[in-house]
Nanobody, 115 residues
Framework: QVQLVESGGGLVQPGGSLRLSCVASASMFSIHAMGWYRQALGQKQRELVVTITSRGSTTYADSVKGRFTASRDNARRTVYLQMDNLKPEDTAVYLC????????WGQGTQVTVSS
């Protein structure tokens, strides 16, 4: 079964930075567009914040445009999310999955932005 393992979250002050990683065990990882999603506490819906195609083209949600940068390493089956100038409203559990989602969800990694 495919596993997605996210890491890199933590507590950071507003204006700070974090870099998230997601490693996938999927053998067909390189052909799928991947996305970073986030789910804030108490929210049922997950927000797709960025999509990165198999070739590395990216599309960002307006809420993170100019602050977040996604990348991927297909050989390592890993996607990254560089998050700069973090804001309190970025606080959420961050998860990765294909776009559209086809894999079981991982545990995610908690990002908390607070002074």
């Amino acid at each position: 079964q495919v596993q997605l393992v996210e890491s890199g979250g933590g507590l950071v002050q507003p204006g700070g930075s974090l870099r998230l990683s997601c490693v996938a065990s999927a053998s067909m990882f390189s052909i799928h567009a991947m996305g970073w999603y986030r789910q804030a506490l108490g929210q049922k819906q997950r927000e797709l914040v960025v999509t990165i195609t198999s070739r590395g083209s990216t599309t960002y949600a307006d809420s993170v445009k100019g602050r977040f940068t996604a990348s991927r390493d297909n050989a390592r089956r890993t996607v990254y999310l560089q998050m700069d100038n973090l804001k309190p409203e970025d606080t959420a559990v961050y998860l990765c999955n294909a776009v559209p989602t086809i894999y079981p969800w991982g545990q995610g990694t908690q990002v908390t932005v607070s002074s």
